[in-house]
């Protein structure tokens, strides 16, 4: 999996579940999961119950002669305990703790029997931290790692070996071309449904995802939010005006220069 996946294993500890992405050949995320070991020489993949099969069925393409097991488990609860139900769980041996938040201690607990506590403050407590996930906020087979900020939470590891679609994302690491992000989206009035495109005077800039009232998240080109921002001009999510902001914890910044009014407005880095 080393040779495969985006997360570099050699720096998963015993504990904790990182992102990660299998990748199709041009760079584009494939399947997104979290991965965390499992005890031995195991690991588990944790992703959506919908695609568990295809994931599965494409890891089996890669296995070759490799002395490995792959196995799609039933499906199970897992619930999550973040802010001070984390900190009284740490010392639950089965707690995993979730290494995409890099400002908040969130832990992931496998093995439920019974369901329960309130998923909308789950969803809320992802969307402001900025905690992009596929078919809420991206579909698989459209966005690059750098997009949905897996560059910026240990989800691809740039000093490893090769995995696939590794040239195309080092790429855009060492070149710097990253240009559409992750952002924070807040209004004043409940934001419309997410797939809503967000527009600067009638020109798209990103796509609504996520959406709690009149929080969300959103892909957007920075580069464009950037031009809007220094103009003063409005950005709008059908008929509500919204602001975009870059998570806290990310260390990517807006670009310094904005693009030029002869640029493509559908151009995409690569």
Known sequence: MQN????DLDALAAGEAKPGALLTPQGKILFDFLISRAGGNSFRLECRADISGDFMRRLTLYKLRAKVEIAEADQGLVTVAW??????????????????????????????????????AWHALRIAHGIAESGSDYQLGEAFPHDVLLDEIAGVGFRKG???GQ????????????????????AERPLP??????TVAGRPVGTLGSTAGTTG?????IDRVKAALDSGQSIMADDV???????????FTFPLETVGPQESVGAEEA
């Open 167 to 186: 040239e195309v994302v080092s790429r855009m690491q060492h070149r710097g071309t990253a240009r559409r992000r992750v952002l924070i989206v807040s």
């Open 241 to 251: 005006t919204v602001s975009l902001t870059i998570p806290a914890w990310a260390k």
């Open 4 to 7: 495969i996946l985006t997360t």
């Open 217 to 221: 998240l959103a892909i957007a080109r």
């Open 83 to 120: 802010g001070d139900e984390s900190t009284a769980s740490q010392f639950d041996s089965n707690g995993i703790a979730d290494a995409r938040f890099l400002d908040a201690a969130v832990s992931r607990f496998y093995g439920a029997t019974t369901a329960g506590g309130d998923p909308a």
């Open 162 to 164: 090769c995995y696939v």
């Open 193 to 198: 449904a997410p797939g809503t495109e967000l």
